[in-house]
């Protein structure tokens, strides 16, 4: 799976990249159409304790899914919104296999 990380208005440091691989990158276990995972982060302001916003995009045939979670750090952010997609794309496997 592709990930491409987008950090708004800073420059993502190494270790939060390599987080966002690691977390992002297993989201393909759940289903293995998917392609392609836009992650943008971004600092909300003003500035205050939960201004970390994250939200991932992941492409794949027949449907996209999206998370966006606000947390006190991007990993926190990216941790729930890895789990909303997880269910998300769960959700979505249990009803194609019902369909068939």
């Known amino acids: ?3 491409t990380i987008h950090s708004i ?3 993502a440091s190494k270790q939060l990249e390599t987080f ?3 977390k992002v990158g297993r989201l393909s276990k759940f ?3 998917v392609s392609r995972a836009d992650v943008t982060l971004k ?3 003003p500035e205050s304790n939960a201004n970390k916003d ?3 995009k992941l492409f794949s045939p027949g449907r996209d899914f ?3 979670e606000v947390a006190d750090t991007f990993e926190e952010a ?3 919104c890895v789990e909303k997609l997880e269910r998300q794309v769960l959700k979505f496997k249990e009803k194609q296999s019902a369909k068939k």
């Open 54 to 56: 994250a939200s991932i």
């Open 66 to 68: 999206f998370g966006q």
């Open 20 to 22: 966002i691989q690691k």
């Open 31 to 33: 289903n293995d159409g």
């Open 1 to 3: 799976m592709e990930i």
């Open 9 to 11: 208005h800073f420059e």
């Open 43 to 45: 600092v909300v302001k």
């Open 78 to 80: 990216i941790d729930r």
